[in-house]
């Protein structure tokens, strides 16, 4: 008996980013509907865990429009201080519920930088949802934000951050297989905010400051400005 074999010509096979669009809006459902019965129970320790969810859905979903090209980047004059600040609004509830304390210190007269508003916003939030996640006990997540040599940079560090097991180098959309060992729960969080902050050509690193670990990232002044 003969077989037929059918190829399926590349403008016919379905889009894969598509696809991921497709599956996380209905990942999303459940979710908002978790969410609107904690809202209504009034059990915020729920509410804040379905808030955090959709929060990362909606940021690697976004990260894929990017990857995928449906959004174009749109890099303007942004105020890193004002969008951590605009960030921490939602998110410091989080942090508590967590048992943190949230310290936030951003120096006076830093100039704006040069990146797209909504990557940025995104990006900070993943990476607040990822050190939340690897803090192994109750501290204070210090955030500041001040002009380096190199641009203004953003820096996170906290008294029980551990990232001996955290390669960065493996922390991209494209090779996250396995960007650490023994350490699960916010692997999403990070490869998002270093996806996301790659998109506009910066990376995260790991830092010490005042003997403290932590992730940073340094995003270009606004040339514009500077020439003013």
């Not at 096979?13 to 991921?20: E, P, Q, Y």
């Not at 560090?157 to 955290?166: A, F």
Request: aromatic residues 4%; positive net charge.
């Amino acid at each position: 008996m003969k077989q037929i074999q059918h190829s399926i010509e590349p403008e016919s096979r379905f889009d894969d980013s598509k696809l991921v669009f497709m599956l996380g809006e209905e990942l999303k459902k459940p979710l908002t509907a978790i969410k609107i019965l904690a809202e209504s129970s009034g059990d915020s320790s729920v509410q804040l865990e379905a808030r955090k969810a959709l929060r990362t859905v909606d940021n690697v979903l976004y990260y894929q429009q990017i990857a995928s090209r449906q959004t174009q980047l749109k890099l303007t004059t942004v105020h890193a201080g004002s969008t951590l600040t605009n960030v921490s609004h939602s998110l410091v509830p989080l942090s508590l519920e967590k048992g943190c304390e949230t310290e936030i210190q951003i120096q006076s007269g830093i100039s704006p930088v040069h990146a797209d508003p909504g990557i940025l916003k995104s990006g900070i939030e993943s990476l607040w949802q990822a050190v939340i996640g690897m803090t192994s006990k109750p501290s204070t997540v210090s955030w500041q934000v001040y002009r380096s040599p190199k641009g203004v940079r953003i820096v996170v560090v906290n008294s029980s951050l551990d990232l001996s097991k955290v390669n960065l180098s493996t922390v991209t959309v494209g090779k996250a297989s396995q960007p650490f060992k023994g350490v699960s729960g916010p692997a999403t969080d990070l490869v998002t905010a270093q996806s996301l902050f790659t998109a506009m050509g910066a990376k995260l690193s790991k830092v010490r400051k005042d003997g403290l670990e932590g992730l940073a990232i340094t995003l270009p002044v606004s040339m514009q400005l500077e020439l003013v």
